[in-house]
Nanobody, 119 residues
Framework: QVQLVESGGGLVQPGGSLRLSCAASGSFVSINVMGWHRQAPGKERELVATITTDGSLNYANSVKGRFTISRDATKNTVYLQMNSLKFEDTAVYYC?????????????WGQGTQVTVSS
């Protein structure tokens, strides 16, 4: 299994910045994709950004140019630097990872960290 522990959420004013971290631990062979999704009240969970082992990046259009995802493979940790935050970025942010366990790849999710953008 894989445990994902997120940190870094909080309250920030519009235009401010936050950095989320997510550390993976457990008994897995490898992780090939890590990323972030978010879910705002009354809305479906949506992709924010992902990063693969070879460094391929994917961002939601709504965060391009403002958010940056990065990864420390040696620590199995993924980061999300969020700049120029807007009211609409308010959501619970979930870390996710795709890990090889046993004989196949499996998805795992963290418990989420709240990000609130408010003046």
């Amino acid at each position: 299994q894989v445990q994902l522990v997120e940190s870094g959420g909080g309250l920030v004013q519009p235009g401010g910045s936050l950095r989320l971290s997510c550390a993976a631990s457990g008994s897995f062979v490898s992780i090939n994709v890590m990323g972030w999704h978010r879910q705002a009240p009354g809305k479906e969970r949506e992709l924010v950004a992902t990063i693969t082992t070879d460094g391929s990046l994917n961002y939601a259009n709504s965060v391009k140019g403002r958010f940056t995802i990065s990864r420390d493979a040696t620590k199995n940790t993924v980061y999300l630097q969020m700049n120029s935050l807007k009211f609409e970025d308010t959501a619970v942010y979930y870390c996710n990872a795709r890990a090889f366990i046993g004989t196949h790849w499996q998805p795992f999710w963290g418990q989420g960290t709240q990000v609130t953008v408010s003046s």
